[in-house]
């Protein structure tokens, strides 16, 4: 019996990832371009975003499976709230439907599910549920930590931060020129995590939208014209070969 298990996991790896290959520590994704996914088909832009959950579900558990610690995505920023109610409310309703999922499942997986981002201005059910994943999550021994940034934009998160050391000023805890690079690092909502090595942001556009501005000082980052719908675990390989071929120099020679 053990040896079958044994033998069907040994084809299972074979089958869905290539073999030694050095992966990423951490991989970011913007999740990018489900309306558009959605729109080639002639469906409602909420379809797009049911699907680009799926392959949320689907990326995150292979980053899992090929030894990636970290995998953090994009799923709501602070400027999302400009598009119409109906969308704002499927992707709360998504965000809800995927933490009771997570707080079932996280166990099984051993993947720690976290949530970055302003919570305050999120719904009180949803903050429920996200404190119940951190909580499931901390009980876990050496998880990966898959991590949701809703309600997150760089420029407010880096905002929040400064307000934080000003406070520690004004109390007269903290000298200005006493300010590091690491304390400001501490007070954001990765505080515990290393920063991206890989960012990828499918669906053709090339900037950031706002995206981990601090920690991306030197990610390498990755664009393809596929739709986040469409992304598959061959895409996640070919961003990774694509990072694998790259001298990462952090301003030396
Ligand atoms: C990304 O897909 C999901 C969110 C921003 C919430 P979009 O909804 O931005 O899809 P496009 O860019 O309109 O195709
Ligand atoms: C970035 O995508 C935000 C998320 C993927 C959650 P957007 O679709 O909001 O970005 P812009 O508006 O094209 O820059
Ligand atoms: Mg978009």
Redesign the pocket.
Known sequence: MHSTVALFNILKKDSTAPQSRPVPQHIAV???GNGRWAKKRALPRTAGHKVGAETFRTIATYCKDIGVKYFTV????T??WKRPAEEVETLMNLFRRYLREAIETMAENNIAVRVLGDLTALPEDIRSLIDECEQTGKQLDNPAIASL?INYGGRDEIKNAMRALARQVQAGELQPDDITEEMISSQLYTADMPDPDLIIRPSG?I?T?N?LLWQSAYAEYYFTDVLWPDFKPEHMDQAIESFNGRQRRFGGV
Do not use: L, T
């Open positions: 913007i999740m990018d994009y799923a709501f920023s400027e999302n940034c556009e900037r939208s995206f």
